[in-house]
């Protein structure tokens, strides 16, 4: 079984940064890309940021140039460093697989992400 325990959100105001981390446990997580998903309230859940298993990072256009992806295999986890934060990206933000390593029966909690002023 895999668990996915996201942490770091929180409210800030525009423009302001935050550094969302992902504790994977029940995988090998060097074997699997990796990626943050977000959900705003009334809107489908979205692939913004993923990492492939050597590094590669590809980014949603929305937060191209301003959110960073990295993941830390010793560690089992996966950060996501958000900056110049923008009210549309308030959302619920959850990691998981990426691209064909989806595991969509094991989504976490998630962490909520506010900025507002």
């Known amino acids: 079984q895999v668990l996915f325990v996201e942490s770091g959100g929180g409210l800030v105001q525009p423009g302001g940064s935050l550094r969302l981390s992902c504790v994977v446990s029940g995988i090998d997580l060097s074997r699997y890309q990796m990626g943050w998903y977000r959900q705003a309230v009334g809107k489908q859940r979205e692939l913004v940021a993923a990492?492939?298993?050597?590094?590669?990072?590809d980014y949603a256009e929305a937060v191209k140039g301003r959110f960073a992806i990295s993941r830390d295999n010793a560690k089992n986890t996966v950060y996501l460093q958000m900056n110049s934060l923008k009210p549309e990206d308030t959302a619920v933000y959850y990691c998981n697989g990426a691209w064909g390593d989806l595991f969509n029966s094991f989504w976490g909690q998630g962490t909520q992400v506010t900025a507002s002023s």
């Open positions: 990492i492939g298993r050597f590094g590669s990072r």
